[in-house]
């Protein structure tokens, strides 16, 4: 009886060990930064996934301070909705304050026709400094925003072989935006249909935790912060190496060994089709000599 109640309470420590500490949707800051392709960020997906539209969360959101989190590989849409560092220019006839910003109003966000994209969680933003990833739980319980107020801040790995080049709006870079976010099924990540693009990087063993579609609430996560795996009697994090990226530095080389393999196979095919050819040419040119 002990036992089993010890037990179930080790499940519930783990489970509320493994909880985003974040609303599902809501408001977040965005900025951008610059991810190599092909590199394996902080959770340990694959370098594949770089191919893709990916983001790194702030360390509060991603629930972890190294390594991997609850957050990893968690899809959320984000849509833009201002530049919240610009204003935006006065409506026509009124004297207000000239900006140049950019401001979705709510109908048009609601209509689902402003930028907006599908990212999986696969860095940290680190460090508890400002300005934009340094939210944080005080110890009296409250949540301590970023330098706008937001509890949660993604920072897009833009530019991005996944993204438009002209994904954001306006003649220049405006640098922070404020957007409105929804975790999502990853079903909806544009990488969702390239297996290659899918799980943790097989070398990175158990410093990696990147599930393939986390349940999409803000309840749930797959994986424990990295931290408490360590110890004895640390959490076990889900076994999510991808196969396909097995005793390569990434899983991109493993695509880039597909795809030499599927080339090998058609010379193979456009040899044996010329050994045919000339065969057949052969027994042409030869067969009147024959008969
Ligand atoms: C990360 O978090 C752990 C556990 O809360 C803590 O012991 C450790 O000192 C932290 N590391 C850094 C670099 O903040
Ligand atoms: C972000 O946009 C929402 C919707 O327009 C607004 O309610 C909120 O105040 C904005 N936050 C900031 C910091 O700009
Ligand atoms: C929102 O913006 C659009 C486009 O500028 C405009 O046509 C519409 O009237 C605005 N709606 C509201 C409620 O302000
Ligand atoms: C984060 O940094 C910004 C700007 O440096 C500051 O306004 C904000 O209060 C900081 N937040 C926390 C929780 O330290
Ligand atoms: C928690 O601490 C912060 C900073 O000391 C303070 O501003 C805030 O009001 C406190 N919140 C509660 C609920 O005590
Ligand atoms: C993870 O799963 C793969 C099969 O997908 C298996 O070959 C590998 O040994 C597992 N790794 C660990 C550390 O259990």
Redesign the pocket.
């Known amino acids: 009886m002990w036992a089993l109640f010890s037990l179930l309470l080790l499940v519930w420590t783990r489970a509320a060990l493994a909880a985003v500490d974040f609303t599902a949707s809501g408001y977040a800051s965005l900025t951008h930064y610059d991810l190599p392709l092909d590199y394996v960020a902080s959770c340990g997906c694959v370098g594949r996934s770089t191919f893709y539209p990916t983001a790194a969360l702030n360390r509060y959101a991603y629930g972890s301070n190294t390594s991997f989190g609850p957050a990893c590989g968690t899809c959320f849409e984000v849509r833009l909705v201002s530049t919240p560092l610009a204003a935006p220019p006065p409506p026509p006839d009124s004297n207000g304050p000239y900006g140049d910003g950019i401001y979705f109003n709510a109908s048009q966000v609601s209509s689902g026709s402003t930028p907006s994209l599908v990212v999986k969680v696969i860095d940290l933003c680190p460090g508890a400094g400002g300005p934009w990833c340094n939210s944080t739980r005080?110890d009296?319980?409250?949540v301590a925003g970023n330098r706008l107020g937001f509890d949660v801040h993604f920072d897009l790995a833009w530019p991005s072989k996944g993204i438009s080049k002209n994904f954001f709006p306006g003649d220049h870079d405006y640098g922070v935006w404020n957007v409105s976010y929804a975790a999502v099924s990853c079903q909806k990540w544009a990488g969702w249909n390239d297996r290659a693009a899918l799980g943790s990087d097989w070398a990175q063993e158990s410093s990696a935790c990147c599930p393939n579609n986390p349940p999409p609430s803000g309840a749930d996560a797959s994986c424990p912060a990295y931290y408490d795996t360590l110890g004895a009697n640390g959490a076990v994090p889900p076994n999510t190496s991808n196969v396909l990226s097995k005793g390569l530095r990434s899983s991109n080389a493993a695509a880039a060994t597909l795809s030499l393999r599927r080339d090998a196979a058609a010379d193979i095919a456009v040899l044996l089709l010329s050994v045919l050819i000339t065969v057949i040419a052969l027994s042409l040119a030869t067969g009147p000599l024959l008969s």
């Open positions: 005080l009296n319980g409250t």
